[in-house]
C-alpha cells in the first residue's frame, strides 16, 4: 500500500537526500525512502563490476519495509540478478511480474550511455500510483551521485583523489576480512592465496621536470601517467592520485606474483613510453599485501617504506615489503590489534 504523499514529505526526502556527503549515505537514504515514502515493498540498488572472471553485481544498499535496511552486502555474479543482467544487456528497463501479484523493475542509472547504477524495486502495486514519485527521485539520486562522483575525482588526471581513499582502504580492508570467513561464497571467487594489494607509486625526479620544463609539461607527464595507469591496470583495480607526483593503486584479490608482475608492467610501460619534449620518465613502485586484520595506517606505512627503499637504491624498481623484510632491509612492525607497536 502507498504511504499519503505529500508535497512536504517530498520536499524533506529531497533535502535530506541532499544532505548527504557520501555515496554509501546516499544510496542507504534513497533506499529507505522509497520504502518509506513511496511504499515500495523492497529495494535494492547495486552497480554493475567487470572481473577477470566476468561481471559481478556489487550491492550497495537494500532494504524492504518489513526487514528495513540490510547489512551491507558484497558482489555476487550477475546471474544472481536475472533483471540487472537483462538490463546490462539491453541498456533499458526490463520488468517481471510474479505468480504472487507483485512486480520487479529494473530501472538503469545512466551517466551518458553507461549504465553506472541499477535501482531494482519490488512492489505489489504495479507502482501504479508511486511511479512518478520513484522516477522522480530516481532523477535526483543520478544527478546528485554525478556531483558525488566528480567531487571524488582527482581534477587533472580523473583518477579518484585522495579525500576518497580512506573509505576505500577501510572498505577493502572489510571485503578482505569478509572474503576471510570459511563461510563466506566470496571466499570461492578466488584462491586462497589470492588478496588485495597496495602499492604507492611514485614518479622519480618529477621536480627537475617541473623545474627543467615548466609545469605545464608536468601537468602533461601527469596526465599521461594516469593513462598509461589505466591501462595496465583491471577495471576493478582502485587508482588514485595523492597529489603531486605520487599515486596509489588497490589491486582487486590476486596473488603475489600477479601484483608484482602487474606493477613491474607499469613501470616497464612508463619507461618504454616516450613523453611529449621530456623523453623517458622512470617511476618507482613499493607494494604491500593487504591482510584481513591489518588497519589502513599500517598498510599504508609499509608501502611507503617498501617505495622509498626503492627511491634511495637507485629507483626505476618495484619493490615488495615482504621481500625487504625478509631480505633484512626493513625492520617489520609489530602489530597488536590497531596500536603499531615500533
Known amino acids: 500500500m502507498v504511504n499519503d504523499i505529500t508535497l512536504e514529505s517530498v520536499l524533506e526526502s529531497v533535502v535530506r537526500i541532499t544532505e548527504q556527503r557520501s555515496r554509501q549515505n546516499l544510496e542507504h537514504c534513497l533506499v529507505s525512502t522509497l520504502v518509506d515514502l513511496a511504499g515500495i515493498r523492497f529495494v535494492t540498488i547495486a552497480r554493475p563490476r567487470n572481473r577477470s572472471t566476468g561481471t559481478v553485481v556489487e550491492i550497495l544498499a537494500q532494504g524492504g519495509r518489513e526487514c528495513g535496511m540490510l547489512p551491507d552486502a558484497s558482489c555476487v555474479p550477475l546471474s544472481t540478478y536475472p533483471l540487472m543482467a537483462a538490463t546490462l544487456e539491453s541498456g533499458e528497463e526490463a520488468i517481471e511480474r510474479l505468480d504472487n501479484g507483485l512486480e520487479r523493475r529494473c530501472i538503469p542509472i545512466l551517466e551518458g550511455s553507461e549504465i553506472v547504477a541499477f535501482l531494482l524495486v519490488e512492489s505489489s502495486d504495479a507502482l501504479t500510483a508511486s511511479e512518478p514519485v520513484v522516477r522522480a527521485f530516481v532523477a535526483v539520486y543520478r544527478n546528485y551521485l554525478a556531483i558525488l562522483r566528480d567531487s571524488e575525482r582527482d581534477t587533472l588526471t580523473g583518477l579518484k583523489n585522495r579525500k576518497t581513499f580512506d573509505d576505500n582502504i577501510t572498505r577493502t580492508i572489510?571485503?578482505?576480512?569478509?572474503?576471510?570467513?570459511?563461510?563466506?561464497?566470496?571466499?570461492?571467487?578466488?584462491?586462497?592465496?589470492?588478496?588485495?594489494?597496495?602499492?604507492?607509486?611514485?614518479?622519480?625526479?618529477?621536480?627537475?621536470?617541473?623545474?627543467?620544463?615548466?609545469?605545464?609539461?608536468?601537468?602533461?607527464?601527469?596526465?599521461?601517467?594516469?593513462?598509461?595507469?589505466?591501462?595496465?591496470?583491471?577495471?576493478?583495480?582502485?587508482?588514485?592520485?595523492?597529489?603531486?607526483?605520487?599515486?596509489?593503486?588497490?589491486?582487486?584479490?590476486?596473488?603475489?606474483?600477479?601484483?608484482?608482475?602487474?606493477?613491474?608492467?607499469?613501470?616497464?610501460?612508463?619507461?618504454?613510453?616516450?613523453?611529449?619534449?621530456?623523453?623517458?620518465?622512470?617511476?618507482?613502485?613499493?607494494?604491500?599485501?593487504?591482510?584481513?586484520?591489518?588497519?589502513?595506517?599500517?598498510?599504508?606505512?609499509?608501502?611507503?617504506?617498501?617505495?622509498?627503499?626503492?627511491?634511495r637504491h637507485g629507483r626505476n624498481q618495484v619493490c615488495w615489503y615482504d621481500d625487504l623484510v625478509a631480505a633484512g632491509e626493513l625492520k617489520p612492525h609489530d602489530v597488536e590489534g590497531a596500536i603499531e607497536l615500533f
Open 174 to 311: 572489510a571485503q578482505a576480512r569478509a572474503a576471510a570467513l570459511p563461510h563466506n561464497s566470496d571466499r570461492r571467487t578466488h584462491e586462497v592465496d589470492e588478496h588485495h594489494w597496495l602499492g604507492i607509486v611514485d614518479i622519480d625526479h618529477f621536480k627537475r621536470i617541473n623545474d627543467t620544463y615548466g609545469h605545464a609539461f608536468g601537468d602533461e607527464v601527469l596526465l599521461l601517467f594516469a593513462a598509461l595507469m589505466r591501462k595496465v591496470f583491471r577495471s576493478e583495480d582502485l587508482l588514485f592520485r595523492f597529489g603531486g607526483e605520487e599515486f596509489v593503486v588497490v589491486l582487486a584479490p590476486t596473488s603475489a606474483e600477479h601484483a608484482h608482475h602487474t606493477f613491474e608492467r607499469l613501470r616497464e610501460t612508463v619507461a618504454a613510453f616516450n613523453f611529449p619534449q621530456v623523453g623517458q620518465v622512470t617511476t618507482s613502485v613499493g607494494f604491500v599485501r593487504i591482510d584481513p586484520d591489518d588497519i589502513p595506517s599500517t598498510v599504508v606505512g609499509q608501502a611507503d617504506e617498501a617505495l622509498y627503499w626503492a627511491k
